[in-house]
């Protein structure tokens, strides 16, 4: 089971990398000051996957201290889906839908990624321990 974990962790990562250098320069948008690899991570807040690539995976950044040539932007959406009278559905239902909000509140009210990581962080590891 770990080795599945660790194999579909590899492939998001992979995947997001592959996006990223598939996109044409003019299409990047990076901050004109910054000379880091610039990487969103678009997850679902109640998704095991996203929340076990953020606690197990992520966090690896921030550790090896890979985040300081990296300029990281967390976006809480994932399967989400705009309907047609301006409302959303989540995959995970209406919890989920709660929690993007709350998490895409943070990332808004704190944004700078060290002052909203570890409340994401702390939701993601409730949720990836099914709690």
Known sequence: ???YRLG?????LCCLLLRVSSCSASRIV??????KVSLTLYYESLCPFSANFIVNYLTKL????????VDLRLV???NAKLKGNDTF?????PAELLLNTMEACAVDAW??????????YCV?????ERK
């Not at 921030?62 to 040539?69: G, K, P």
């Not at 559905?89 to 239902?93: D, I, L, T, V």
């Not at 993601?124 to 990836?128: C, K, M, T």
């Open 76 to 78: 809480p959406w994932g």
């Open 62 to 69: 921030f550790e090896d201290d890979i985040i300081s040539v």
């Open 124 to 128: 993601e590891a409730l949720v990836f």
């Open 89 to 93: 559905e989540c995959q995970h239902g």
């Open 8 to 12: 579909v962790a590899v492939s998001v």
């Open 111 to 120: 944004p700078k990624l060290n002052d909203h990581f570890p409340f994401i």
């Open 30 to 35: 990076l901050p004109s000051d910054s000379n």
């Open 1 to 3: 089971m770990a080795a």
